[in-house]
């Protein structure tokens, strides 16, 4: 017991106190890897304190990986890193330079004294699921993409609500969590908007939409644009087999797709931002001169990495709309 003090009129929590005795005990090497903490119980009649104080402060040090706990037995020494003061949990639905952007402005931004993890779901529930379960408990932020994934809330709802960050995707069933996220059906409704007067030499706007990982907001935007402005358009689920046909403009999602319809192009001798055109999603430092330049409706995701960190730093509670932006190049 001699590890813990607490003293009354110190102006600090006393959880916090309890924290600190325990990070000043292992800096001092009182406490060793593999050492037991004094029970909770022991910690309580000592220093007349509620189970809930003390089980709060052992919780705090589980989450950032200092100890552990054994069911029936106690509180154990797991790390003498007592410099980590979050450990954060963060899950992305796969690894493509846009999550790349975010991961490292997020790292850049976030500050020292703070380890992050990185998982990746790639767009499976099952897989979704045991990532948040197996690390439900041992990390102080969890960060999470949802990405369009059914039967995934019951899931996030058993972690603590107050250390859930939604991230890139939320719909009404998250609404309780702070989030910074894309509005992709406003994004790509206002990014045709703004490249309208361009969009009229071209007879019909093709829109190449799998629907498997993009978000169904892009979608609805694009149609709600089209029909709103009397553009004739069309929706495909793959470019495979398509002829490109003199007035079309194509909006990609998927950078393969991207690809695709520049060589289909370059095979028929067609001439992109006259013959037809090309507005792709997602800004990359290569669209800037591929082709003389892809036009691009995007979301900052640099930006978006920031605004993250910042709301881990601060603790803000809310859902923070993240700026996209149309670019004009060649290829319209």
């Known amino acids: 017991m001699s590890i813990i003090s607490i003293q009354n009129n110190l102006g600090l929590p006393k959880?916090?106190?309890?924290?600190?005795?325990?990070?000043?005990?292992?800096?001092e090497e009182k406490l060793k890897k593999g050492d037991r903490l004094p029970s909770v119980n022991k910690v309580c009649l000592a220093f007349s304190l509620s189970r809930d104080t003390v089980l709060q402060a052992y919780d705090e040090l589980k989450k950032r990986g200092i100890i552990y706990a054994i069911p029936g037995k106690g509180y154990y020494v797991k790390s003498v890193e007592t410099?980590?003061?979050?450990?954060?949990?963060?899950l992305?639905?796969?690894?493509?330079?846009?999550?790349?952007?975010?991961?490292?402005?997020?790292?850049?931004?976030?500050?020292?004294?703070?380890?992050?993890?990185?998982?990746?779901?790639?767009?499976?529930?099952?897989?979704?699921?045991?990532?948040?379960?197996?690390?439900?408990?041992?990390?102080?932020k969890y960060i999470i993409m949802p990405t369009n994934l059914t039967g995934i809330i019951e899931t996030i709802k058993t972690l603590p609500v107050n250390e859930v960050i939604i991230l890139d995707q939320t719909n009404a069933d998250l609404k309780m969590y702070p989030a910074i996220y894309q509005n992709h059906q406003k994004d790509i409704f206002e990014g045709l908007l703004k490249g309208k007067s361009r969009l009229g030499k071209y007879k019909k706007l093709i829109l190449i939409f799998p629907g498997f990982r993009e978000p169904l907001g892009m979608?609805?935007?694009?149609?709600?644009f089209c029909a709103g402005h009397n553009f004739d358009y069309e929706i495909i689920t793959q470019f495979t087999d398509h002829v490109?046909?003199?007035?079309?403009?194509?909006?990609?999602?998927?950078?393969?797709?991207?690809?695709?319809?520049?060589?289909?192009?370059r095979?028929?001798?067609?001439?992109?931002?006259?013959?037809?055109?090309?507005?792709?999603?997602?800004?990359?430092?290569?669209?800037?001169?591929?082709?003389?330049?892809?036009?691009?409706?995007?979301?900052?995701?640099?930006?978006?990495?920031?605004?993250l960190a910042e709301m881990v730093i601060k603790g803000k509670n809310e859902?923070?709309?993240?700026k996209s932006s149309l670019i004009m190049r060649n290829s319209l």
């Open 219 to 224: 979608k609805t935007g694009f149609e709600n």
């Open 83 to 90: 410099s980590i003061k979050q450990k954060i949990f963060l």
């Open 244 to 265: 490109i046909a003199i007035g079309d403009l194509y909006v990609i999602p998927n950078d393969r797709d991207l690809v695709g319809v520049i060589e289909e192009a």
């Open 15 to 27: 959880y916090k106190q309890i924290i600190l005795s325990v990070e000043k005990a292992i800096d």
């Open 319 to 322: 859902q923070i709309e993240n």
């Open 92 to 140: 992305f639905d796969e690894l493509n330079i846009f999550k790349e952007d975010i991961y490292n402005s997020f790292l850049k931004s976030i500050g020292k004294n703070v380890q992050v993890d990185i998982f990746f779901h790639h767009f499976n529930v099952p897989v979704f699921k045991k990532l948040i379960n197996d690390s439900n408990g041992n990390y102080t």
């Open 267 to 307: 095979n028929h001798n067609l001439k992109l931002g006259t013959d037809f055109g090309i507005i792709s999603y997602n800004e990359t430092p290569l669209k800037k001169v591929v082709a003389q330049g892809i036009t691009t409706i995007s979301t900052h995701f640099e930006a978006m990495g920031k605004i």
